[in-house]
């Protein structure tokens, strides 16, 4: 099971970026799939994370309005659109997979991980 985030870059405050995670190795569709962050020197954070039936996402408050987690079970492919971009979600972000049931969103609910895609957002 290898996750492979892509779709990272450089953008002004206020823009978007998409990340993709393609996911390959098992079934996709049975899975909860989440997105973290990580900052030098910081803990990795959980941001969303949405469950196998797509019918449930939950985020993290400095995202939610923003961020939008979806999932696509033809492609297995899991997306991360980020809108109204700010310096401080500045991070590498990571794409996870999770065999917990519902809404799981500590990193140990997280079984696999893929590597990470920086963003960085200038002021």
């Known amino acids: 099971v290898q996750p492979q985030a892509s779709g990272g870059g450089l953008v002004q405050a206020g823009g978007s970026l998409r990340l993709s995670c393609a996911a390959s190795?098992?079934?996709?569709?049975?899975?909860?799939m989440g997105w973290f962050r990580q900052v030098p020197g910081k803990e990795r954070e959980f941001v969303a994370v949405?469950?196998?039936?797509?019918?449930?996402?939950y985020y993290t408050d400095s995202v939610k309005g923003r961020f939008t987690i979806s999932r696509d079970n033809a492609k297995n492919t899991a997306y991360l659109q980020m809108n109204s971009l700010k310096p401080e979600d500045t991070a590498v972000y990571y794409c996870?997979?999770?065999?917990?049931?519902?809404?799981?969103?500590?990193?140990?609910?997280?079984?696999?991980w893929g590597q990470g895609t920086q963003v960085t957002v200038s002021s």
């Open positions: 996870a997979v999770s065999t917990t049931v519902g809404l799981p969103a500590r990193r140990t609910d997280f079984n696999f």
């Open positions: 190795g098992f079934t996709f569709r049975n899975y909860a």
């Open positions: 949405i469950n196998r039936s797509i019918r449930g996402t």
